[in-house]
């Protein structure tokens, strides 16, 4: 008998006869013809099977080839939506982390330990002029080390919104120029390879912006969704999105004068920011609506670095006004140093100042309680190693929290400089397997895969050894 | 084994996984073969001279290489499973082209799983 596959290229080229002779050698590639599944119907094709010609049969299959370039495209945008993401954490945070030194020589850690010291000074001296004076300068310079911190914040946010909006308007124009593609396409030039290049370089780019998944369509036009749940283009119809600073209504603000936050609109007006989770816009909306809101506040949170601010002021107070400025009689009670504008606890840390009509003398060191003459200069001294609860902010002494808040800044954007690194490795490896496809021989494939299988099986036990002794190690090297 | 050899070994430990991290990024079975074999050497290396860590404790270098060493394992394990995602998703969706769906609405098995060859 003749070779079967020579046979059928004579004979039965159409893809139903290849299907019979395979249904009747029991080979079940006759589910691709499964009922109910006609959309994706595999058409195959017989190779020429002539070993003396160097064919070596097969099969090949046709929208099977369509299908994994769609896929393998597909994946290197998924693969770029979180790079691009990574990208702009990396930027946003490195600029966020200028604003917050641990070094301890400028900034806010710098006119804390000032202010201790001072404290301290005029603990060991409490009638010396020069040492009050002391104590009303630094913490003269304290409350603007906070201004500044939070002028800068602030800064960043408007930076921040700035750059949504940009990017909003980013996706606004490449989307419009998928809709412009999706015209030729539609017009009959949907099996025009540039248009083809054309139309995935343009979602390339889209997919640094936003998480966007394509379905390309029956007339040759893509549908992009946002997330895959809003329409940005559907054949010649655009969807625009839009940008706002607004503060939410439902449930009602707590600091309605904390920053607003900032929404992503759909067309439709309805508010999308919740779908925006990765790509550039999404980093950007994590980094102005929680990185920064974390230090300055939101509607419903005051910020920790108003916080901070805040308590700091108010336990200075308290110390100072439970004090004595003279024994008397009568005795003379303390005033408050710190002022801030208490209508709001969001906006603590850009409104706090030193109460300019408070003069070196009318700083209380006296403690009545235990007629100490330096009580609350010591007790003002023991803030920078506080044992007392109510010396603490959230359990920790002031330099601690801050630097609690400077190294989340730190550790964040270690952690995405390191995922750029990998992300980009991972959209390296995601355009490497789309450059490597060329034709597609089912079978071929599935030896491929199979051989994946177990290359992966046998690469991935060592990672797991590796990684065991690999710690091992560390642990062993620790002292 | 004195600190300054265990360092070396980590170190040259750590250029095998990060060889292997390379291999990774053209994610073919062939290369991931190779990959496994670097990974495999690595391994060895590390349980070789694991028994004589101790003369090493509480080195501030070994124990800065042992961290870049668990680094880029982290890294090759991410890139292992970038590319087993891949394939893993591309021979599902190739599955239901080929087989559809079974009755439970999961993608069906292709039953071509080796090389289809007539012989009359």
Known sequence: ?479 | MSAVEVERQLREACAEVDDAVRLLETPTPGSLDCCAHLLEAAGQRIAGFQPQLQAAAGSHNARQEARRLRSSVSYASRLLEGAASLYFHWSRIRDTICAGYTPRGEPALAPIRNRISFQG
């Not at chain 1, 500044?148 to 990017?167: C, K, M, Y």
């Not at chain 1, 030039?189 to 029956?218: F, H, M, Y």
């Open chain 1, 1 to 479: 008998m003749a070779n079967l596959l020579t046979l059928l290229a004579s004979t039965a080229s159409t893809l139903d006869a290849y299907g019979r002779v395979l249904e009747t050698t029991q080979n079940n590639v006759s589910n691709a013809s499964t009922p109910g599944y006609a959309k994706q119907r595999l058409p195959l094709a017989a190779l020429p099977f002539d070993p003396n010609a160097g064919t070596p049969g097969g099969v090949q299959a046709g929208a099977l080839e369509s299908s994994r370039d769609q896929y393998l495209e597909q994946a290197v945008r998924r693969q770029t939506v979180s790079l691009g993401a990574q990208q702009q954490l990396v930027d946003s945070l490195t600029s966020l982390q200028s604003l917050f030194d641990i070094s301890g020589q400028q900034g806010i850690p710098k006119a804390l330990n000032d202010l201790f010291s001072a404290f301290s000074a005029w603990g060991t001296s409490p009638n010396n002029q020069a040492t009050r004076q002391a104590v009303l300068d630094k913490a003269t310079v304290l409350a603007e080390s906070f201004q500044q911190a939070s002028a800068g914040v602030a800064d960043q946010e408007q930076a921040a919104t700035q750059l949504i909006s940009q990017t909003v308007d980013q996706v606004n124009h490449l989307v419009g120029q998928l809709q412009q593609l999706n015209n030729l396409a539609m017009a009959g030039n949907n099996k025009d390879p540039g248009l083809d290049a054309q139309v995935n370089s343009t979602l390339e780019n889209l997919s640094q912006l936003v998480d966007c998944t394509a379905t390309r369509q029956a007339d040759g036009s893509v549908t992009v969704m946002l997330n895959g749940n809003h329409v940005l283009l559907t054949e010649d119809h655009q969807y625009t999105i839009s940008s706002l600073e607004s503060m939410p209504v439902s449930p009602p603000p707590v600091y309605p004068n904390a920053p607003p936050g900032v929404q992503v609109l759909a067309s439709d007006g309805s508010d999308i920011t919740s779908a925006i989770t990765t790509g550039k816009l999404g980093a950007l909306l994590n980094v102005r609506n929680q990185v920064l809101a974390s230090y300055l506040g939101d509607a419903y949170e005051p910020g920790d670095l108003n916080r901070m601010a805040k308590q700091f002021a108010d336990r200075v107070n308290n110390l100072l006004t439970s004090g004595n400025i003279t024994s008397g009689p009568p005795p003379e009670m303390g005033v408050p140093l710190f002022t801030y504008d208490g209508s709001s606890d969001a906006t603590i840390a850009q409104t706090i100042a030193v109460d300019p009509s408070v003069t070196p003398d009318q700083l209380a060191a006296i403690d009545p309680a235990a007629n100490v003459s330096n009580g609350i200069a010591l007790a003002l001294s023991q803030l920078a190693s506080p044992i007392d609860a109510a010396d603490k902010i959230d359990g920790v002494s002031y330099s601690e929290f801050y630097g609690e808040m400077a190294t989340r800044v730190g550790t964040a954007l270690n952690d995405a400089k390191g995922q750029v690194q990998v992300e980009q490795s991972l959209v390296a490896q995601a355009q490497s397997h789309r450059q490597q496809v060329s034709g597609v021989s089912l079978d071929e494939e599935a030896t491929i895969l199979v051989e994946f299988q177990r290359a992966y099986q046998a690469a991935s036990k060592f990672i797991t050894v590796l990684d065991q002794l690999t710690e091992t190690t560390i642990n062993m090297l620790q002292v």
